[in-house]
């Protein structure tokens, strides 16, 4: 069945136990009680699909929310001080928020500005991605939402009149 609260999730219950799936891009992170209920969802997903079991879940991002991606003066550049932090994961990280811009345009210019610094990451910029994962946090509802058959009606707003309505400072586009 599928959680209501969070789309990624989903949970199969009996009487006698209980088995979570979360779901992020191509991984499955697979729980529950008891152990064999788990090992058996495992064979059945490698009878019907190519799968590598990547072991133990080794970290799950936890954070307070935000509801900016990037802090106002945030200063990033590839010259500055501080330790380099791991490419790998940097770049790990870059591509799953890249992968999120198809439906949420607000992300675009913190991650297309973090994405400059993937050849040698430092600590600041790992601190701004984190910024930005804890702003998904809070703005889950955020993003488009593609409906077959729905309408569609786009609001924009910007801080530039472009020298109309000086007083007010914003344009609304509909």
Known sequence: MKCTLEQAVYTKRSKTSTLIVGVYVDDLI?????????????????E???????GLLSYYLDS????????????????GDGKVVDATEYKSLIGCLRYLLHTRPDLCYSVGLLSRFMQEPKEHHMKAIHQILRYIKGTKDFGITYK??????LTGYSDSSYGVNTEKGKVLLE
Do not use: A, V
């Not at 019907?48 to 990547?54: G, V």
């Not at 307070?64 to 010259?79: C, V």
């Not at 077959?148 to 009606?153: F, I, L, T």
């Open 30 to 46: 697979i729980t529950g009680t008891p152990k064999r209920e788990i090992e058996l969802s495992e064979s059945q997903m490698e």
């Open 48 to 54: 019907k699909f190519e799968t590598s079991d990547l």
């Open 64 to 79: 307070n929310e935000t509801k900016i991606p990037m802090n106002p003066g945030t200063l990033l550049t590839k010259t």
């Open 148 to 153: 077959r058959n729905g309408g569609c009606k």
